[in-house]
């Protein structure tokens, strides 16, 4: 499954939503990293999506969602409506 509106367009659109520089994430980040990171250059490792989400203050699911359904809210359903149900065939049951 490709991403339709790719992560690199989603950190900055959440970035910028935020009102942060790049250099906001000097603690966690070079702004050299963050640009590179935005021009999809670079893909982050699952922690260092972490920490970045940390510093823009949403969940790392919030920006991974982002970067899959874009902003159209019909395309957000169908994608969170594949989650719940894919999550929900591995629970494990009880014998």
């Known amino acids: 499954m490709a991403a339709a509106y790719s992560l690199a367009k989603a950190l900055k659109t959440v970035r910028k939503a935020r009102g942060l520089s790049q250099e906001a994430f000097s603690d966690v980040s070079s702004r050299t990293y963050m640009s590179t990171l935005e021009r999809d250059l670079k893909s982050p490792t699952i922690s260092k999506l972490a920490e970045l989400c940390e510093v823009m203050e ?38």
Do not use: C, F, N
């Not at 970067?67 to 591995?90: F, H």
């Open 58 to 95: 949403v969940h790392p699911l919030t920006l991974l969602t982002l970067a899959y359904a874009g902003e159209s809210t019909q395309q957000l359903d169908e994608l969170l409506e594949q989650v719940r149900q894919e999550i929900e065939g591995l629970r494990i049951r009880p014998d």
